[in-house]
């Protein structure tokens, strides 16, 4: 091989420092409280989400009416990647309606807003465990707002750290 | 206190219930820029939808890569690797180990990447690729006797290749004069040479100009392929025409291009520097504000290099400087990485004599 068919094949491969980072994945949750239940505001990226194969698409350009039309097969994610417990004991998320979904936007990102009500069967010892985008988000990880009456706290989520609060051995 | 006002900041940013809305049914979202070869990737893409084999994975995830090195195209990593995730095929497959190697090399994982090569030589002991990726990751983590042996390889297969290479490597052991000329010597007789292997050539003699304190005839070797150029060379001429006093042309070349306001934070970063050399209104030093309190925030590690000029330029603070030099030092040990160590530690012994 010389160097035509070389250059052909690896001008991006090879040869070239490449000191800078790429993007990474943020998501944001806000934890409140209402009526003494948990309420979650989940702000995750549009491109999260077509990464994840949540929004049915793969092209550049997705319309509103795609996301909302997402909601079933992102209320299944949201059930099995985000867990909130109540004296160990799981609660039930239910995502909002469509009507109360919105979007804005973060680090010249579009993110969507999502409601998520949680039911728990005490209003003690709330507990978050996160598990989404991990496998899909570049680096993905959470800023959590914690807004509680019983605590108030912000903390970073990622991989190797997918609970909050943390419980010491 | 930078830091928690800098917190303050983004979370301002996030929590601004202005910035939040309700679209209508028909309006339409960006999810990914668009190349200059979008035709090329959506034909791809096309094919791989029709028939999701692994070549077709294979060569679509080539072709992110090689776009996600220009300025603003970064996500298109992510997407190259999501589709090696995809890719099922044995691990010993060359293709598909090179990608995956560079992939690993870009985000500083040098051992997994070396590991993988070593797969490939396993099997063809002077593949091309393979051993100027390693002699370049060896350069990367500066163990220049092992990049001069990835070279090596090249000798028997491409004399001219294995000279680039080894008049690079000769400039990292030190001897910046004797590489730069015969490397000089050595284009001049190739003026044929196809784009890829121009900016390849043109980027290592850049690079032994200015360690021979030739600011501006390095930037003379860069401007006539800037507009090809991946986001490393930029990197690159940017810091070289923010020293020569070009902030003008800096802000004029990186405004012109079409996803500003989505440059990699490097580039970003040397805007932000322009624009407030310039004395102009903070847009884009608001924007590398917030980029770099989230990258704070976030804890994270790596590529910490732009932490670094972050706090020796635009949030002077010695002592964060130092401390990210320090931890960008740990995984990245080329001459710009070592400069960042000497002028943090620099600037950290005028805050003690003041």
Redesign the interface.
């Known amino acids: ?4 068919q ?19 994945s ?1 998501a ?1 949750l ?1 934890v409140s409280e209402q009526a003494e239940q948990p309420v979650l505001l989940w ?1 995750v990226a ?2 999260d989400l ?2 994840a194969d949540l929004l049915g ?9 795609q ?2 039309a997402a909601h079933e097969q992102l209320a299944q994610y949201v059930d099995s990647h985000i867990k909130v417990k109540s004296q160990g004991a799981a609660c039930t998320l239910q995502l909002a309606a469509q ?1 109360n ?8 990102q ?1 993110y969507v ?1 999502l409601p998520i009500k949680a039911t728990c069967h005490s209003k003690a010892a709330w507990s978050l465990s996160y598990n989404a985008l991990f496998e ?1 988000g ?2 993905h ?1 959470l ?1 959590l ?1 914690w807004n509680t009456q019983a605590l108030k706290a912000n903390a ?1 989520l990622a991989e190797n750290n997918t609970v909050f609060p943390q419980v010491k051995d | 206190m930078l830091f928690i006002s800098l917190l303050m900041l983004l979370l301002s940013d996030t929590t601004a219930v202005a910035t939040q809305s309700t679209p209508s049914a028909d309006s339409y979202f960006s999810l990914q820029p668009d190349l200059p070869a979008n035709a090329e990737v959506d034909a791809l893409a096309e094919a791989l939808r029709q028939a999701p084999t692994n070549a077709n994975r294979l060569k679509l995830a080539s072709l992110y890569i090689k776009g996600s090195k220009m300025p603003g195209f970064g996500d298109w990593f992510h997407y190259a690797e999501s589709l090696l995730e995809q890719y099922k095929a044995a691990a010993t497959d060359i293709d598909y180990v090179l990608l995956l190697s560079d992939i690993k090399q870009q985000q500083h994982h040098f051992t997994e990447a070396l590991s993988l090569l070593d797969k490939i030589f396993q099997q063809q002991p002077q593949h091309l690729q393979a051993s100027l990726m390693a002699a370049r990751i060896y350069l990367a983590i500066a163990e220049t006797d092992l990049a001069q042996k990835a070279c090596n390889r090249l000798m028997a297969v491409d004399i001219f290749l294995f000279s680039v290479c080894s008049y690079e490597v000769v400039g990292r052991k030190g001897q910046w004069q004797t590489a730069y000329n015969a490397l000089n010597t050595l284009y001049s007789r190739h003026s044929t040479l196809d784009d890829a292997l121009t900016i390849w050539v043109r980027g290592i003699l850049a690079e032994q100009a200015e360690q021979l304190r030739q600011d501006n005839v390095a930037l003379t070797w860069l401007t006539p392929i800037l507009e090809q150029a991946p986001t490393s060379l930029w990197l690159k001429w940017a810091d070289l025409s923010l020293r020569t006093g070009n902030a003008a042309l800096l802000y004029e070349k990186m405004t012109s291009f079409a996803f500003v306001e989505t440059l990699e934070d490097g580039l970003m970063l040397r805007l932000a520097i322009a624009e407030q050399n310039l004395q102009l209104p903070a847009h884009f030093q608001t924007i590398i504000h917030e980029r770099m309190a989230l990258r704070l925030i976030r804890q994270d590690q790596d590529h910490a290099a732009d932490l670094v000029h972050y706090f020796l330029t635009l949030a002077p603070d010695p002592k964060l400087a130092w401390h990210w030099a320090n931890v960008n030092y740990e995984s990245a040990k080329e001459p710009d990485d070592k400069k960042l160590l000497e002028l943090s530690q620099q600037a950290l012994l005028a805050m003690t004599k003041e």
């Not at chain 1, 091989?1 to 035509?4: Q, S, V």
């Not at chain 1, 793969?58 to 009416?65: C, E, N, R, V, Y």
């Open positions: 091989m010389h160097l035509k070389l250059s052909a094949l690896c001008f991006g491969l090879l040869m070239l420092p490449s000191a800078y980072a790429h993007k990474f943020t944001y806000d702000k549009l491109h077509a990464s698409t793969t092209k550049a350009q997705i319309s509103w009416q996301v909302t009507a979904w919105q979007t804005q936007r973060i680090q010249q579009t807003l899909t570049h680096s990880k800023l707002s970073v």
